[in-house]
């Protein structure tokens, strides 16, 4: 959607490696969720950032981190790596309350 | 796991309504109803929400049923641009999660 921005658009990874993913605000967005999408299902949810600190988390592992930055943007850390984790990672951010969520493109993260 | 109901897929003339139906038979009071559609290779779009009453935006009519246990996304005039897989999803309106079921693909032929 516009306004949201993720990089890197494509990234490549073997396994055991660690990965940092981000996402830049559409303006007014202070709560940023992380989703990642396998090919062929719908995303699912990771966890989700506001006033930078994780207030919900979905079923992911520890290797699954985030940050968020005084400026809204957000970082998704993946440690360790795994084949399993090749998938789209979508960042979506939101104004609250019964307003909609606003997604970016994602990054699509291959692991050889 | 998703609390909505959407068939896996759909066809639709170019130029048709477009109706695509959603079961959310234990939706909560508080839970508004979401529409979503991810165009490959893109993130999801946001297209409508609704939580009792009708709505219509300049992309699409959703209408939810009195007793609020189902809906159906209506795409008035269907183009070529609108195949894409659509995801019904129900929050509640202080929640930030969004669940994503299968969605239904959704190809639209000339």
């Known amino acids: 959607d516009a306004g949201v921005t993720q990089s890197p658009t494509h990234l490549i990874k073997t396994r055991g490696q660690q990965v940092t993913l981000r996402c830049s605000p559409k303006s007014g967005h202070d709560t940023v969720s992380w989703y990642q999408q396998a090919l062929g299902q719908g995303p699912q949810f990771i966890f989700q950032y506001y006033e930078e600190e994780e207030r919900q988390r979905g079923n992911f592992p520890d290797r699954f981190s985030g940050h968020q930055f005084p400026n809204y943007s957000s970082e998704l850390n993946v440690n360790a790596l795994l084949l399993g984790d090749s998938a789209l990672y979508l960042c979506a951010q939101w104004e609250g309350s019964n307003q909609p969520q606003h997604f970016g493109d994602g990054t699509r993260l291959s692991i050889l | 796991d998703a609390k909505t109901t959407q068939p896996p897929s759909m066809d639709c003339a170019e130029g048709r309504a477009a109706n695509l139906p959603c079961n959310h038979s234990?939706?909560?009071?508080?839970?508004?109803v979401y529409w979503y559609r991810q165009i490959h290779s893109q993130g999801p779009q946001y297209i409508i929400h609704?939580?009792?009453n009708n709505e219509t935006n300049e992309m699409a009519s959703l209408i939810i049923t009195e007793d609020r246990k189902s809906s159906t996304l209506i795409l008035p005039h269907a183009t070529l641009r609108d195949t894409a897989v659509y995801y019904c999803?129900?929050?509640?309106?202080?929640?930030?999660?969004?669940?994503f079921g299968q969605g239904t693909e959704l190809s639209v032929k000339p």
């Open positions: 999803i129900v929050r509640p309106w202080e929640g930030g999660k969004l669940i």
């Open positions: 609704g939580l009792k």
């Open positions: 234990t939706i909560s009071g508080n839970e508004y």
